[in-house]
């Protein structure tokens, strides 16, 4: 058996809790002193992070209300794994960082704006046929010229600029909506700043628009998640 996979039985073993007391204070004690068994420890649990965040995509979707299916080929995901699995969770450990980088944690929460029904806007998918598609350059052309452009125009041609990659124009365009009337929409454009913030590397700027998501609204649970993840990164 190669060193790796002897750690990382031992690991497996120590989180499900199978070790005897001696067995787990002498592996504590392990991790204090073997530099290896810890850094493959803390390894093992950014995998685990990463394997959790697999439902991460799938909660803010839900946050968009009514989605209209979109036709962009998503990302990939991980396979879902089991604490157990340790050859998979091995092979993870090849492409983790030492630290979690804010464009990983962008990755990470960044999911497209899926057009939703909100309460005061008509928004539908034949309203913005071109960012349905997937045709964002069109998309643009279409939004910037309105003279008198919704909230809901503005909130969809900051997403479409994330997706031309033009963020700090995207960043400018979200905070024209940060104090909106509709509380959906200033919720989106927040949270839709905070992502791009952390993308360009600004977290005093992620930070805040988080800060303000944090309680009492329809991304509070993430806010505080991600606030508590761009601490860990510094």
Known sequence: MSKNQDHIEKIEAFLEGRLDPAGHTEFEKSLQSNEALRKEYENYQLALKAISNRGLKDRLNEIHHEVIPQKRKTRQWLIPLGIAASVTILSIFF????????????????????????????????????????????????????????????????????????????????????NDPNTQIRHHALWYSAIVNIKVGDQKAAIQDLDELSSNSIYQREARELIDRIGDSD
């Open 95 to 178: 492409f983790l960082p030492d630290e979690q980088s804010m464009d990983q944690l962008y990755d990470q929460y960044y999911v497209p704006l899926a057009i939703p029904n909100l309460r005061d806007s008509p928004a539908n998918d034949t309203q913005y046929p071109h960012y349905s598609a997937g045709e964002y350059q069109k998309a643009f052309d279409r939004l910037n010229r309105k003279i008198e452009p919704s909230s809901m125009d503005i909130l969809v041609l900051g997403n479409t600029l994330i997706e031309l990659k033009k963020y700090q124009e995207a960043i400018e365009i979200f905070s024209r909506l940060k």
